[in-house]
DNA sequence: GCTATGGATAGCCTAGCATCCCAATGCTA
């Protein structure tokens, strides 16, 4: 798919145009990538199907960018944007993610000492040749060398996974404070996004001071931003920033919303706003200096007309429309989950043994737990052949009528996590995998294949009637490793048509399949199973990032598999 | 440069903060 180039030509198109101060064209191509970004068809397929005509019909595309569309589907290249590039030949991806910088000045580092990269960035901040430049000073040079700093160590981002317990740790203890009357983690957080820039806590309190004392003095507090009555904001020891906002009861619920996010929701809904000739900010919807709703999200969202909206949702992606028109969906809740699926044991590559896993489950109140064993073609994980998964199977028979003369309800199902080798075959014989209570089996080998080639693969695997489950298909390692190439499409109809469940798997660096892929799922039918992929008992509790991402797909109960009655989610198993 | 309204033109999300320079700009959320 082309989208995805043309929508960062696009995003570079605006910040170029930013540069030379042009007023308003930036704004419209931003808005046209980010519907690129989010577009389900292809635009190459778009052009070819209806032309330049329907390449229009795309929102915020009109005729000049339609023409620059057909022009990269033609040429690859758009030459708007090439005579741009060797104007100002800036590495903007790298230079525009240093926080403080900007289209604006980095034209003037350009222009004035030629800086196009990040190094040349660094060296000129090193060598003091920054600060003397008109509309900088001594400040803003310090200030680029550490943000460039955050930016080599962590490309700026952090996984969910590494921020939220710490976030909420810091917030349930703050909530202990008597000064604090109610605190909420706002921001991308709450959105519970894949990845994280920082975390935004909400309070209420009367007395802020003792409450900001506490917060920058906090053993996980390295380094202290500021420190105001109002707002304080510091850097933690894993490296991300917190920022803690007091805010008066009142107007606690825009601020909330306004501080959730994310930028695309909080703008639509501000047009809105408008529309009724109100106006929408952190503190308060207003029709002129009258408040109409502040004290509570729903009182705010009401006032508009709409539903109130689960943060999950809130990205600008048709979820206020819904709203609108009272067709939200019910998500997938955090409290759903019956079973996972997709456990290691120490039979392999796991930490615990069968009888701890089944203790441990049972304490998150799960009606049943699946071993998913790594089979014999990972050495590396020491995979099981088909003698040792039949020895294991016994053990857990042994185990489950241990449980039943206990007068437990729980079960221990039988299964493992399968290699899909290149051709499409599996690496142990069907009649163990038929011994099995489910099968799921995943990529782990020759990762770099042609995208029909990977397709073909996984699709073939699909068609093995003992394979349930298809493992985090896109192979993805959050900052490590991007998906292998798969059409994912080609993917899912396919799922769809052999009746094969797609993995969610919450391990927080996989996350895969992600939000819009899971929504892509979703709507074409195919069901859907959250997995954590544990490889220690305390990993069981990745759940929570899985169903996260779920509910950001618009995921609902009846799609996610391991969310129905132990019997009833066997019977979808092949 | 796009959209909506009406057939050529108006309007595009908002507020606060840091920095640099002492009123304005750029950046961020």
């Known amino acids: 798919m082309k989208n995805q180039e043309i929508a960062r030509i696009f995003n570079e198109l605006a910040e170029y145009l930013e540069m030379e101060g042009v007023a308003f064209k930036p704004y419209a191509y931003q808005k046209a990538a980010l519907t690129l970004e989010n577009l389900k068809d292809d635009v190459a397929a778009i052009y070819q199907q209806g032309g330049l005509k329907a390449l229009k019909k795309i929102p915020g595309v009109g005729e000049s960018m339609a023409l620059k569309i057909e022009e990269y589907l033609k040429t690859g290249k758009i030459q708007y944007y090439e005579e741009f590039k060797q104007r100002l030949p800036i590495e903007l991806n790298e230079i525009m993610a240093v926080e403080g910088l900007g289209p604006k000045k980095a034209k003037i580092l350009y222009e004035h000492l030629g800086i196009r990269t990040l190094a040349d960035l660094e060296a000129a901040a090193q060598a003091h040749q920054i600060a003397p430049l008109f509309g900088f000073g001594a400040k803003t040079e310090a200030n680029i060398l550490e943000a460039i700093e955050f930016v080599k160590r962590s490309k700026g981002r952090f996984l969910l996974g590494e921020i939220l317990p710490l976030a909420e740790a810091v917030r349930d203890r703050l909530s202990r404070l ?29 007395a802020p001071d003792p409450v900001m004392d506490f917060f920058v003095s906090l053993p996980e507090v390295v380094r202290v931003w500021g420190q105001g009555h109002t707002k304080s904001s510091v850097r933690t020891k894993p490296g991300f920033d917190m920022d803690l906002r007091v805010i008066p009861a009142p107007s606690y619920g825009a601020a909330l919303q306004y501080f959730t996010g994310s930028k695309e929701h909080n703008i639509a809904l501000r047009k809105i706003a408008i529309d009724l000739g109100y106006k929408l900010s952190e503190y308060g919807l207003f029709k002129g200096s009258e408040i109409i709703a502040a004290v509570s999200e729903e009182a705010v969202y009401q006032a508009l007309g709409l539903q109130w909206i689960p943060p999950e949702l809130r990205e600008d992606r048709g ?23 997709h456990v290691h044991s120490n039979w392999n590559g796991g930490a615990h043994s069968i009888a701890d896993i089944a203790a441990a489950a049972r304490q998150l109140g799960y009606d049943y737990v699946g071993i998913a064993d790594h089979t014999k073609f990972l050495r590396i994980e020491r995979g099981l052949d088909e003698a040792t998964l039949e020895k294991r199977n016994q053990e857990i028979d042994r185990l489950n009528q241990q449980l039943k003369d206990s007068g437990h309800d729980f ?42 080639q990977m397709t073909e693969r ?26 292998y190439e798969i059409n994912l499409d080609q993917l899912i109809q396919a799922a769809q048509a052999t009746g094969t469940v797609l993995e969610i798997n919450a391990y927080p660096e996989r996350l895969d399949l992600d939000d819009l892929n899971i929504l892509k799922a979703k709507q074409a039918g195919v069901k859907l199973i959250i997995n954590t992929d544990a490889h220690h008992i305390d990993q069981l509790r990745y759940m929570k990032y899985g169903i996260g991402q779920a509910r950001r797909g618009w995921a609902e109960k009846p799609d996610i598999i391991n969310a129905w009655p132990v019997a009833e989610m066997l019977k979808m198993l092949k």
């Open 319 to 341: 979820e206020i429309e819904a709203a609108a028109a009272g067709k939200l969906p019910k998500l997938i809740d955090y409290t759903d989950i019956r079973g996972d699926l």
């Open 458 to 483: 996984v699709i073939t695997a699909m068609h093995n009637p003992h394979v349930d489950i298809i493992a985090h298909p896109t192979g993805r390692i959050l900052k490590k490793r991007t998906e």
């Open 178 to 206: 008597p000064e604090v009357e109610q605190i909420n983690i706002a921001g991308s957080v709450r959105r519970m996004k894949e990845t994280i820039g920082d975390v935004d806590l909400l309070a209420i309190s009367r």
């Open 411 to 452: 079960t221990i199902l039988k299964g493992c996590e399968a290699n899909i080798m290149a051709d499409g075959s599996i690496d142990i014989t069907d009649e163990s995998l038929a011994q099995q209570d489910f099968v799921i089996a995943g990529v782990h080998s020759q990762f770099k294949m042609t995208p029909e």
